[in-house]
């Protein structure tokens, strides 16, 4: 881990943090989701940067040593895009591979969708991708008439609510929480009950370790969990303003890996949606989908040698 450089780049006015090994011009981006860092990424990029490859794993905005901006409309896909376009740049990377993984594979297929030019070809994990077509109401409004109010990401939308209830509690027991959970059915907080009063994991994560847990909780406990839910409370803004790509498509090469027990997958509508052939229409490059036997959503933390593979076997072909 020491071999992996550490570096604040300024980008689309804010200064972002950049973790990075390996050298050469075949570069792979990666990208987090919520709540990880850049450290999701550590099993990859050393394995990775030691087959050729340059690694490059950044805090997105509103995590960890990268800037937080204040209002929730800044975290729209758009947002973090721009923050990503402007990091290729300021590397003097015209294209890279790409990887990205729950909220990170959102703005994954958003800058393949946008910015189709800055991809080589993309290693997306865990959320597939859902064209501006795909839905005629905000994700929001969908959200709660078909799962509910205590659904996770309709309990995230108050501001300050969720934060409370994560400031109560000892950040390293949150963490566990969050990275242990195998319950592949849609997460629910009742408000009666709380974060707190979700079961805990009944066995800590064997592909986890208390240094890896105290990593995330200390960075955590530093900048808080607002910026991290600030990208749930601009879903539905990033709907509105993604009106012009309706019907558009996905033009970059793509290879899709989820684990077996990855709560995304169980979504109303999620596994009939890729396995219909409808996935494919949406991205027509999809070359291949790979579904992990036995693992859970944060599979690239809980299986890396085999997510590593993937990827590597991917991107040689280019």
């Not at 958003?110 to 993309?122: E, G, M, Q």
């Not at 597939?128 to 839905?135: E, G, H, I, L, V």
């Not at 579904?291 to 690239?300: A, D, W, Y």
Request: hydrophobic share 40%.
């Amino acid at each position: 881990m020491e071999k992996i450089e550490h570096t604040t780049v300024p980008t689309n006015g804010i200064n972002m943090h950049v973790a990075s090994i390996g050298t050469g011009p075949r570069a792979i981006l990666f990208l987090h989701g919520f709540p990880e860092l850049w450290y999701t990424w550590r099993h990859q990029l050393l394995s990775l940067s030691s087959l050729g490859y340059r690694c490059i794993a950044p805090d997105l905005r509103g995590y960890g040593d990268t800037d937080s901006p204040s209002p929730a409309a800044q975290y729209t896909s758009f947002h973090v895009v721009g923050d990503l376009v402007g990091l290729l740049d300021a590397l003097e990377i015209q294209q890279v591979f790409l990887v990205g993984h729950d909220w990170g594979a959102t703005i994954a297929w958003h800058l393949s969708l946008f910015r189709p030019d800055r991809v080589k070809a993309l290693v997306n994990t865990s959320v597939p991708f859902r064209s501006r077509a795909s839905s005629h109401v905000p994700p929001m409004t969908a959200a709660r008439a078909v799962l509910g109010d205590d659904f996770y990401m309709c309990r995230f939308q108050e501001v300050g609510v969720m934060e409370a209830e994560f400031a109560a509690m000892d950040t390293k027991i949150v963490m566990t929480k969050f990275l242990g959970h195998r319950d592949p059915n849609p997460p629910r907080i009742p408000r009666e009950t709380g974060f707190a009063g979700l079961p805990d994991p009944p066995a800590f994560p064997s592909w986890l370790s208390q240094e890896d847990v105290g990593y995330y909780a200390a960075k955590f406990e530093k900048t808080g969990f607002t910026g991290g839910l600030n990208y749930y409370r601009s879903i539905d803004l990033t709907w509105e303003m993604m009106g012009p790509w309706t019907g558009a498509k996905v033009m970059v090469p793509v290879k899709f890996i989820a684990g077996e027990l990855d709560l995304t997958l169980k979504f109303p509508g999620t596994e009939e949606y890729i396995e219909g052939g409808r996935f494919k229409e949406e991205v027509p490059l999809l070359e291949e989908i790979v579904v992990l036997k036995g693992v859970g959503h944060f599979l690239n933390e809980e299986s890396p040698e085999e997510v590593t593979k993937h990827i590597y076997d991917f991107f040689s072909q280019f």
